[in-house]
């Protein structure tokens, strides 16, 4: 296939803009969370950008909405999407982006190839922010898979008190049912998101192939040592645990450093008990967030942080304790399918690059039944889940027109 796919820009300049209007807070925020009224609106929007592009449109138990377009043969489906809902306040693209991607580049494959061979569809997964629900993370691509026990929507509480049972029921949808949105027929699938991050930008490239989502590890440490006087105590007879937590966060942050991108650690947080200038400090609880795409790496990463964290409580004579809060591993993409993506962004003249993802998407969740992989499109200064983010159409229509020729080498 050498015919270069036509992505209608001024569709999708509208179909951005219009949507950002559900939940539009300001000039170019969007606050949509999951189940409101902005939310309705904006996904029977969606339901009709489907119905109007000639799509079959199926909603699911949990909310999300599919726009199928039906092929000749039997084979599994070919699925494209995101999630349709935001942060509180986000902006324009976070996710609303790759739901109207997959709408348009299954619209253009339509007027421009007919049918396909093998069902393509459009998605746009209900939640995946955890902006209403703290807990409910990837709650549309994980009902989808099967992953949502029938008992977590009476023990998914929002941050203002009401369950997701609640919140499911005042907009006519019944809990009970959520089973029937797993699907086992669905073959492939390409996400197309944001990059939330400054590499396209600083590479100064439009779109970007995603190899793998990263693999995160969160630590919650204490440092116990000896709490006393900062004038009668001598240096080298102190239990300190402020100078073990300066060397271990400052050893755990070099070490991510110098082991390069795409290995980062992050310590963000720090409670020094008692937090009073003239006291060495009895005990400092600190973050380490550590990620990397590869396993192999990823593991070398932790064993190099615990290694330190050992060595200096030991040599300074603290207690040492900590607990791994989260633990994910990494998701890799479908190796055919990047490489596919690569040949067929080349011959769309679209310039790519390779990378992994630090965010989570549900690309990861979806990996669980499809083979998948993801398409980023530059972000202005890397900004995301803020009012402020901003990709071009420009850029967008490339990242389209890549999602679009992925999804005919596939389907056609
Ligand atoms: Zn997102």
């Known amino acids: 296939m050498s015919n270069r796919i036509e ?29 409101s009224p902005e939310w309705v609106a904006a996904t029977n929007q969606y339901a009709a950008w489907c119905r109007e592009s000639g799509l079959e449109v199926e909603r699911d138990a949990v909310g999300n909405v599919w726009g199928k377009l039906r092929g000749s043969g039997d084979g599994k489906s070919i699925a494209s999407g995101s999630h349709i809902d935001s942060q509180a306040p986000g902006g324009r693209y976070d996710g609303a982006l ?5 709408l348009i580049a299954v619209r253009a494959l339509k007027e421009q190839f007919g049918q396909p061979k093998r069902t393509l569809e459009a998605v746009a997964f209900c939640e995946e922010e955890s902006s209403r629900f703290p807990s409910a993370n990837y709650w549309g691509s994980r009902a989808i898979t099967g992953r949502v026990a029938v008992t977590d929507p009476d023990n998914t509480i929002a941050f203002s ?9 005042a907009i006519g949808l ?38 793998a989502i990263t693999g995160i590890r969160h630590y919650s440490v204490r440092l116990k040592g000896t ?32 082991m390069g991108r795409p290995a980062v650690t992050t310590v963000g947080r720090a409670v020094v008990k008692p937090n009073y200038p003239a006291i060495i400090p009895g005990s400092v609880e600190f973050s380490i967030d550590a990620r990397h795409p590869r396993a192999e790496k990823r593991r070398e990463l932790y064993a190099a942080h615990e290694a330190l964290m050992r060595e200096v409580a030991t040599r300074r004579g603290l207690e040492i304790e900590w607990e791994i809060q989260i633990d994910h591993e990494p998701s890799p993409s479908d190796a055919a399918i990047v490489s596919m993506l690569q040949r067929v962004a080349k011959q769309q003249g679209v310039d790519t690059m390779v990378m992994a993802s630090g965010a989570g998407h549900d690309s990861q969740q979806m990996a669980a039944i499809a083979n998948v992989a993801m398409i980023f499109v530059r972000s202005k200064d ?3 889940h803020t009012p402020d983010e901003f990709s071009s159409i420009e850029d967008i229509v490339e990242g389209i027109r890549v999602l679009a020729a992925g999804l005919h080498a596939l389907a056609y």
Do not use: K
């Not at 820009?9 to 999951?34: D, K, N, Q």
């Not at 008190?161 to 029921?169: C, P, R, V």
């Open 7 to 35: 992505i209608d820009a001024e569709l999708v300049r509208r179909y951005v803009f219009e949507l950002a209007e559900f939940g539009r807070v300001g000039e170019s925020g969007v606050t949509r969370l999951v189940y």
């Open 98 to 102: 790759g739901a109207l991607a997959g």
């Open 161 to 169: 008190g009401e369950t997701m049972t609640d919140a499911m029921q």
């Open 174 to 211: 019944d809990p009970a049912r959520i089973p029937e949105a797993s699907r086992d027929d669905i073959g492939d699938f390409i996400e197309l998101h944001i990059e939330q991050g400054p590499i396209l930008e600083q590479s100064d490239l439009p779109v970007a192939i995603v190899d």
């Open 227 to 258: 709490q006393n006087h900062a004038g009668g105590f001598p240096m080298d007879i102190r239990q300190d645990p402020m100078a073990g937590f300066a060397e271990i966060a400052a050893g755990v942050i070099n070490t991510a450093h110098r």
């Open 382 to 384: 890397g900004r995301s």
